[in-house]
């Protein structure tokens, strides 16, 4: 892979499944507009943030470089970061919803580099460097909060998703990726909406990683902090949305005391969310997490565990109660009359691990093919397997390079010449590998001598059942890429001029520079054209030292608001801001 991003200790570490999502930021891309529309966020944001945000928030901004008048620079965050023991990435818009808690696991924050068009400033349900940077970065800059993201990211990156979820995330990204393009007819976002809404409203059982992205959504993204009756806000979600974080603190928006049912309750992207859960402070946050974390596969294991695996066709991995780790996709099982798993297969690249780390000569080229093993006691023996020691073995003629055959309480039949055996490092055998060997059950045959060696893993029951592989490393190329494309934008002659103009502005204000003579003039440019450029007249209203030229300029701006009542808002609160300022 060709690097063509700035790396440092914590990117380095990333294994590369996850290399694979950074992208460059291309900082020379950004146009004078998109600086434009992040300098009145950041301002608008700053100024209302400062009486409603939880107060590391503010204090975050500048440790983690932050600058309210231009679209911070990847490089610069990270040297500023790095004090506070995270980093940050740009990639392409939303990434599998795995691959998203894994980066922050490895405490790296996903920052989508693209920023929102002037039409969707005060909200876009697509992630852009706004509500990345100026929403999440500067919070975790409070060391609670920042370990409990880094802490949601390593239980949720092993969280089991169902197909539902990738169908849920390809549809979110197409309309996030839609409603940012230019040109794109109002028929196809409604579709894409629509794609949402089927998908939403579909009866299914919330998987692992639904109920995981619930409680990061209610948190993370639009959580609040302190008391029932005067909340904070926190969620990078809110702190980003000009709108909601005004909208959210009023009576209309109903506010819930966090817990753990907030990992059953839905939320819709695409509108203003009708609830809100507060929490009386960070380390409730993570007492509910943990509270949930016992409730996952990855704790209980077994038969449902198991189950969701098959279900996901995705790769996951078991953790056996020897400590081996099995990792790839799981196609079957086989219960006895008890519910309990005698037999387990995977289909396709299968990799073997102990303690998160691949065992030498059990990666996914060895095991190309699947993998799969019963598991359970042997009949009329009460030692288990993996507690049999060398006499022990010698006692029941378990001998390398000896002919074995042998039953499991379960019926399943086992023949063939022991090759060797592998032990964990408390000394149970985890791992028999048999040539020549044939496993029956009933009238089915699982494993046939043609097929090659027969690695049995040895075990008596699934502790754990996770989503990934043991080793991080096992798989390079764990996730596919999405079915959808961002769509680049194709400038026109008149938007080339508008950001030109957005330039002189930007360069004027800057440098001091500005005459009444060009700001008269550009003014009188966007007057007859009957023009509706809101944002760019606001800043020239702020460079404005003729009093005349702002009363004209300021009444312009109420003209547009009776013509257009959506820019109300955004106009009134500009004026404000420079009134304050």
Known sequence: ?????????????????????????????????????????????????????????????????????????????????????????????????????????????????????????????A???????????????NPDYAEYLRRLGDIGAKAILSKHDMDMYEAVRKLSILKEAEGIPQEAINEAEAEITALQNETVELSEMAQIRNLQWWTVEYGLIGNLEDPKIYGAGLLSSIGESTSCLKEIVKKIPYSIDAANQAFDVTKPQPQLYVTPDFSKLMQVLEEFANT????????????????SEMVGSIELNTGLQISGKFSRMILNDDNEIIFFKTEGPTALSYREKELIGHGIDYHREGFSSPLGKLKNINLAIEDMGPVDLKAYSFYDGKWL????????????????????LQGKLMLIQLSNCTVTYKDDILFAPEWGTFDMAVGTEVVSAFAGPSDSNSFPNLYGESLTKTIKKVKNKATEAREQDYALVRHMRESGDASNEQISALFQKYRDGQSKEWLLLLELLEITKDDTLATSLEDYLHQLIESHPSLKVLITDGINLLRNT
């Open 296 to 311: 996952l596969s990855l704790r209980q294991g077994g038969r449902k565990g198991l189950q969701r695996l098959i279900a």
């Open 127 to 141: 992630p852009d460097i706004i509500h990345e940077s100026a929403g999440h970065a500067p919070i975790i800059a």
């Open 405 to 424: 055959e042998f039953e499991f309480e379960s019926g399943i039949k086992v023949e063939g010449l022991n090759i060797t055996g592998i032990r964990n």
């Open 1 to 125: 892979m060709t690097q063509d991003y700035q790396s440092n200790e914590l990117i380095d570490r990333l294994p590369k499944h996850l290399k694979q999502f950074i992208k460059p930021q291309n900082y020379d891309d950004y146009t004078s507009i998109d600086q434009a529309v992040w300098r009145y966020t950041l301002r608008r944001l700053v100024n209302h943030l400062s009486k409603v945000a939880h107060q590391s928030y503010l204090e975050g901004l500048e440790k983690t470089g932050v600058s309210v008048d231009a679209i911070p620079s990847m490089y610069g965050m990270n040297r500023i970061l790095k004090e506070i023991g995270w980093a940050a990435v740009a990639v392409d818009g939303f990434i599998p919803p795995n691959a998203f808690m894994e980066f922050q696991a490895y405490k790296v924050l996903v920052i989508a580099s693209d920023i929102r068009q002037l039409e969707h400033i005060q909200y876009t349900p």
